[in-house]
């Protein structure tokens, strides 16, 4: 049935000139579309949030820009439809943005918990200049506005990009943040998350053979290297005996190019040591901390058989400008600060050496970024209503580690001490429940001197009263 328009009320007629703006090409549309079905990944519809009524939400879409419809339909429920987050049963719509260089950032929905938090957003170019790319990042060290103003000591964040929509120019990435500076140190109310830039990785780098045979090598020079000039991000694997406390590590130096071909990161030394394949990277340490040039790298060996053989050590480490190890206490202050100029990392390979000249070198990293800045802050508000957290207060003894506090949540566990060594990475940790153990192996941490606080990260949410127990290395901690 028809109604006449002179005899609409204001609203009405409100509602009719907005439909009569509105231009649709239809060769233009329906390629676009059959465009986006086909790229899109398969969806399972999952019973979340209830919807507003077909009528509500018409009448909605058109008192709005149509760049506002854009993002109404990329909102929570299509966001959590489409992706199926493993957080979503505990996080929270949010749907705050911010724009600059034409570029929006939205945060679709957040959930931050005893010094954890976990961010799925989105970031579109509403220019319509197609700024974005699928190799694209948010850059590291984003701002996060807590009672410290940012990140402090012994906090981190990590990011994956979910998806990228070429033909709407949107990547959507889910964050996960922690705060690891003490306790006592949480989250601002409200939350305010900011990016200053997006890096761009234009040469990307997977496990990619370079042109160096590994025949005809031999005992290389050494430096000796003690725990506190090894830097924060130390790791090795589960199967690796405990570190000593200091290592022989090859004289840095610069032999080759490599597959980037970008001068500020280069080849640094590569030879056997004490019977295992060594191979070192250096680059210009200012330059990387400001996210120009390439970022870290990573080596793999490829077998005969295509088999890729994982390091089982990593060590990275700062020289000033004379090749001078820095040790970690006059890097992070004191009256001997020393400024550092070049950051070099070793991986260490439990290979025979006899068959090396059977094997493949292969570097994983990329060069040429390029970035763009802008200043994207979105205050994120949520509650945590319903979410329990568990917390140890009194001190725990395990061998030479002593755990003064412990904080356990649905997103993951964190845990500040002090130790006689220095190498938190090599903590296994395990949560005991009624069905069996859970690892928790993702996750960061920092160490100075011998302090420590380290997290571990949960794949999925976990409800804590489900949890008996926490079991560190072996050492069980019973809750309650």
Same mark, same amino acid.
């Given at each position: ?9 204001? /609203? +009405? ?7 009569? !703006?509105?231009?649709? !090409? ?17 969806? @399972? ?5 209830? @919807?507003?009524? #077909? ?6 879409? #058109? ?92 906090? $981190? ?16 990435? &889910? ?14 109310? *409200? ?17 990619? =053979? ?8 031999? +005992? ?14 130390? %790791?090795?694997?589960?199967?690796? /005996?405990?570190? *000593? ?27 056997? &040591? ?29 077998? *005969?058989?295509? /088999? ?31 400024? =550092? ?5 070793? %991986? ?30 979105? =205050? ?61 192996? %993702? $996750? ?6 011998? @302090? ?8 999925? =949410? ?19």
């Amino acid at each position: 049935m028809q109604k006449d328009k002179n005899h609409f009320d204001r /609203e +009405e007629q409100q509602i009719f000139e907005a439909f009569s !703006k509105i231009e649709v !090409k239809h060769t233009e549309m329906t390629e676009r579309v059959m465009r986006q079905v086909q790229d899109a990944p398969k969806l @399972r519809v999952l019973p979340v949030r209830k @919807r507003a009524p #077909l009528l509500a939400l018409a009448l909605a879409i #058109l008192l709005v820009s149509t760049t506002a419809l854009a993002v109404g339909l990329g909102g929570f429920d299509w966001f959590m439809e489409r992706f199926e987050p493993t957080f979503a049963e505990i996080a929270e719509p949010v749907g705050a943005y911010a724009e600059d260089q034409g570029i929006r950032v939205t945060v679709i929905a957040a959930q931050e918990i005893g010094g954890m938090a976990i961010v799925y957003l989105s970031v579109q170019d509403v220019s319509g200049a197609e700024q974005l790319a699928g190799y694209m990042s948010i850059a590291d060290g984003f701002f996060l506005g807590t009672k410290w103003f940012d990140i402090d000591y012994g906090g $981190g964040s990590s990011q994956e990009m979910l998806y990228f929509d070429e033909i709407t120019n949107t990547a959507y990435f &889910v964050i996960e943040i922690e705060i690891g500076v003490d306790p006592e140190t949480t989250f601002a109310d *409200p939350l305010e998350l900011g990016i200053g830039s997006l890096d761009f990785h234009a040469d990307m780098f997977r496990d990619k =053979p370079m042109d160096l045979p590994l025949t005809d090598l031999f +005992e290389q020079e050494t430096i000796t290297l003690g725990w506190n000039y090894m830097f924060s991000g130390v %790791f090795h694997s589960d199967d690796f /005996e405990a570190l *000593p406390a200091s290592l022989e590590i090859l004289t840095p130096g610069n032999i080759g190019a490599l597959p980037h071909g970008d001068s500020r990161q280069w080849l640094s030394n590569i030879g056997i &040591v004490e019977g295992q394949l060594r191979v070192q990277y250096g680059g210009c340490y200012a330059e990387r901390s400001k996210g120009i040039g390439p970022g870290d790298a990573f080596f793999t060996l490829l077998s *005969p058989a295509g /088999e890729i053989i994982q390091p089982v050590l990593g060590v990275p480490f700062l020289l000033d400008e004379a090749f001078e190890p820095i040790r970690l206490d006059r890097y992070f202050g004191g009256e001997d600060h020393q400024t =550092p100029t070049y950051r070099f990392m070793e %991986f260490v390979f439990d290979v025979d050496p006899d068959r090396l000249p059977y094997y493949t070198l292969a570097f994983t990293g990329q060069g040429n970024v390029f970035k763009i800045h802008g200043d994207w802050r979105v =205050p994120v508000d949520t509650s945590g209503d319903g979410l329990e957290v568990i917390l140890w207060t009194e001190e725990i003894f395990i061998d030479d580690m002593v755990i003064e506090f412990m904080r356990l949540s649905p997103l993951g566990l964190q845990v500040w001490g002090h130790r006689s060594e220095n190498f938190y990475e090599s903590v296994q940790v395990e949560l005991e429940t009624q069905e069996g153990l859970i690892s928790m192996w %993702f $996750g960061g941490g920092a160490y100075d001197l011998n @302090r420590f606080s380290f997290s571990r990260r949960l794949e999925e =949410p976990i409800d804590v009263n489900a949890v008996t127990a926490i079991v560190i290395d072996g050492h069980r901690i019973p809750v309650g």
